[in-house]
């Protein structure tokens, strides 16, 4: 057991620090993989949930949310896309969104000095992206390998290897780095509120947990729509978007 477990269970909150447990000679982020689980269950619950309370009648209050998140991720790929997008993409962008925004919003939980929010993590958001960047780039090959290389060498074939330096280095990085930053930053702000006396220290932290949830719902929207963003570079053909 890591040391950031003693000093949460005097209290203390140590972001970058985890409750690692070595597997076959690798460390594995044990706060980090159950705080995914939990997060995996939450949307698949509430999905379940929804689904089994759908009413042609009158729709609950969680089904309009969720008819509303999809009209909304539908919007963003088609505006983005058209008729072009890759059969998937909708249902994947809206899936990324709702489990992202799960995980940033565990940091609202008074159990964040024991399961941080997974997307303060680097390892997770790399994952992540990996699956993002790994099916942009399989999809737009197959798609069309000319014109996959064409975008590469556009708009002067002298700066390819900066395209290649972008598409596979730092875009992957900045669509990870922005995600995990501002969610790590999240809990170095509460290991300073934590730092001031007891009588005024419910005050700061309350209001922080609540702007830490706004912050939390813009990345997660950061990340989906970059995602579309990215896809939509590749887009030339009309094909039906599902």
Same mark, same amino acid.
């Given at each position: 057991m890591s040391t950031a477990v003693v000093l949460a269970a005097e209290g203390e909150i140590n972001? #970058?620090?985890h409750w690692t447990v070595e597997v076959a000679g690798i460390a594995l982020n044990m706060d980090t993989?159950?705080?995914?689980?939990? =997060?995996?269950?939450?949307?698949? #619950?509430l999905g379940f949930y929804m689904v089994n309370g759908v009413t042609r009648g009158k729709p609950t209050k969680l089904q309009l949310a969720f008819? =509303?998140?999809?009209?909304?991720?539908?919007?963003?790929?088609?505006?983005?896309l058209g008729l072009q997008?890759?059969?998937?993409?909708?249902a994947f962008a809206f899936t990324t969104f709702a489990f992202i925004l799960i995980c940033n919003w565990l940091a609202a939980l008074p159990s964040e000095h024991v399961l941080p929010p997974p997307t303060a993590d680097v390892n997770l958001v790399y994952a992540m992206t990996i699956v993002v960047f790994i099916w942009l780039n399989v999809w737009a090959i197959r798609k069309s390998p000319r014109r996959y290389v064409?975008?590469?060498a556009e708009p002067y074939a002298f700066l390819a290897p900066i395209e290649i330096i972008t598409l596979y280095f730092s875009r992957p990085l900045s669509l990870?780095?922005?995600l995990f930053g501002n969610i790590f930053a999240g809990g170095i702000m509460v290991s300073v509120i934590a730092l001031l006396p007891v009588y005024i220290?419910?005050?700061?932290n309350a209001g922080w947990k609540l702007f830490d949830m706004f912050i939390g719902g813009i990345q997660a929207l950061i990340f989906t729509?970059?995602?579309?963003?990215?896809f939509s570079d590749y887009a030339h053909d009309e094909e039906h978007a599902h």
């Open positions: 972001p #970058g620090e993989i159950l705080a995914t689980v939990i =997060a995996m269950a939450i949307v698949l #619950g008819e =509303a998140l999809t009209s909304w991720v539908r919007g963003q790929v088609r505006d983005g997008a890759p059969t998937g993409l909708i064409k975008h590469i990870a780095l922005r220290l419910w005050l700061p729509l970059l995602t579309i963003i990215y």
